[in-house]
């Protein structure tokens, strides 16, 4: 797994062994392992040369995506919270040519309500994973809860806020609201 997550290496093995140059030293243990970085920092953009991969809860579904987003944004509509049991889901967008389906196309449902695109969720586990069609639709909306390691974006609105749960209030964020759809 790329990004934040550390790798444990085990102290007295030289770098060069290893076929790379060496890599800054997080920490020691008492154990004699040191932690060590990974190839992408944990908050850059994904890119072709630092793809960003996601997946479900089980493992089923995984994904890549290898251009940076175009947006970020909270959705507070009642389908997310009753699709998500939250107050609102956090979902990016990333250009359809930036994504691929690593493994999974057979585990991957759709549930398409009345209004609305459809949302798209791991038969096995349940995630969450991606809104509208992520093979055909110009943008790929993604559940930022899905990604491997930090986006490299923030979020950037907040939409469907007139529909935000009254159990958790909206925060005085600074991030531009919308009432209902931001257009997209």
């Given at each position: 797994?790329?990004?934040?997550?550390?790798?444990?290496?085990?102290?007295?093995?030289?770098a060069?062994?290893?076929?790379?140059?060496?890599?800054?030293?997080?920490?020691?243990?008492?154990?004699?392992?040191?932690?060590?970085?990974?190839?992408?920092?944990?908050?850059?953009?994904?890119?072709?040369?630092?793809?960003?991969?996601?997946?479900?809860l089980?493992g089923?579904?995984?994904?890549?995506?290898?251009?940076?987003?175009?947006?970020?944004?909270?959705c507070?509509?009642?389908?997310?919270?009753?699709?998500?049991g939250?107050?609102?889901?956090?979902?990016?967008?990333?250009?359809?040519?930036?994504?691929?389906?690593?493994?999974?196309?057979?585990?991957?449902?759709?549930?398409?309500?009345?209004a609305?695109?459809?949302?798209?969720?791991?038969?096995?586990?349940?995630?969450?994973?991606?809104?509208?069609?992520p093979?055909?639709?110009?943008?790929v909306?993604?559940?930022?809860?899905?990604?491997?390691?930090?986006?490299?974006?923030?979020?950037?609105?907040?939409?469907?806020?007139?529909?935000?749960?009254?159990?958790e209030?909206?925060?005085?964020?600074?991030?531009?609201?919308?009432?209902?759809?931001?257009?997209?």
């Amino acid at each position: 797994m790329l990004g934040g997550i550390l790798s444990i290496l085990a102290a007295g093995m030289p770098a060069a062994s290893r076929g790379r140059p060496p890599r800054p030293t997080r920490r020691a243990s008492r154990a004699g392992y040191r932690a060590v970085r990974m190839i992408a920092p944990p908050d850059s953009a994904p890119s072709p040369d630092a793809p960003l991969q996601g997946g479900c809860l089980c493992g089923a579904v995984r994904f890549e995506l290898t251009a940076p987003f175009v947006s970020a944004g909270y959705c507070h509509c009642t389908h997310c919270q009753r699709r998500t049991g939250t107050g609102s889901s956090a979902n990016g967008r990333v250009p359809q040519e930036g994504f691929r389906l690593l493994q999974g196309e057979e585990q991957l449902r759709s549930f398409e309500p009345a209004a609305g695109v459809p949302k798209l969720f791991c038969a096995t586990c349940g995630s969450a994973l991606f809104s509208g069609d992520p093979f055909a639709d110009r943008e790929v909306a993604v559940r930022l809860g899905t990604l491997d390691r930090d986006p490299g974006i923030r979020p950037q609105h907040r939409q469907f806020v007139d529909s935000a749960a009254p159990w958790e209030p909206v925060p005085d964020d600074g991030l531009a609201r919308h009432p209902r759809s931001r257009g997209l």
